[in-house]
């Protein structure tokens, strides 16, 4: 089971970037790193997933090293609405997409 | 409008009783996910289902049970074996295996007194 492990909070500022490392030292060769993101009361929202190298879209960036160890999930020039905790996850190809989520990062953006 | 829908919102039962969630989705999805979210804790999987009349449990189905008889829905039932049922529930689904964008309803809190 490819666990995952990532700081429990992190504090930040508008407009600086933040960076967020998820330690999966256990990842298989079929597996797909993917993060969400979820406000109080609300489900997760899917934000970005990739397998190696670097992916980006409107949203954030993902940076994976070539052993596909660790991930960081990159938020540039964050706001106050980026207030928010940040789940890494492994998605276990061989348990059938099985999507389980760990403890999460929260995220704090200060005016 | 396409999407997940949970209901009800807010839910409160007496101990003992069975009380069971609904969750619809009206995406064509063939996965469906329910996960427990405790208060300033993670999400902790319950149950899942990867198509029509299977499911697996997750871990921590321990008196909860479920049935997924229709693609688009796949109702929790929360038992009086739960032990501490007092918490937040989400709903989810999927295309499935391999897809790893899932979609969240908006969760129901249920309390029990």
């Known amino acids: 089971l490819a666990k995952t492990t990532q700081p429990i909070s992190m504090d930040s500022y508008e407009g600086q970037e933040v960076n967020i490392t998820c330690s999966h030292n256990?990842?298989?060769?079929?597996?797909?790193i993917t993060w969400y993101q979820q406000f109080p009361s609300q489900g997760p929202r899917f934000i970005i997933q990739?397998?190696?190298t670097k992916v980006t879209n409107e949203v954030a960036s993902l940076f994976i090293p070539a052993d596909r160890k660790s991930s960081t999930l990159s938020l540039p020039r964050v706001s106050l609405s980026d207030t928010a905790v940040y789940y890494c996850?492994?998605?276990?190809?061989?348990?059938?997409?099985?999507?389980?989520f760990g403890q999460g990062t929260e995220l704090s953006v200060k005016p | 409008d396409g999407g997940i829908t949970q209901s009800p919102k807010y839910l409160f039962r007496k101990e003992g009783q069975n009380v069971t969630l609904s969750c619809e989705q009206n995406?064509?999805?063939?996965?469906m996910y329910w996960y427990r979210q405790d208060p300033g804790q993670g999400l902790r999987l319950i149950y899942y289902?990867?198509?029509?009349?299977?499911?697996q449990k997750g871990d921590i189905a321990e008196g909860y049970s479920v049935s997924r008889e229709k693609k688009e829905s796949f109702p929790l039932t929360v038992t009086s074996a739960q032990k501490n049922p007092t918490a937040f529930y989400l709903c989810?689904?999927?295309?499935?295996?391999?897809?790893?964008?899932?979609?969240f309803g908006q969760g129901t809190r249920l309390t029990v007194v």
């Open positions: 989810a689904s999927s295309r499935g295996q391999g897809d790893p964008e899932a979609f």
């Open positions: 256990n990842i298989a060769t079929n597996d797909y």
């Open positions: 990739g397998y190696k």
């Open positions: 996850l492994v998605l276990i190809y061989n348990q059938g997409g099985k999507l389980i």
């Open positions: 995406l064509n999805h063939d996965a």
């Open positions: 289902s990867q198509i029509v009349n299977d499911f």
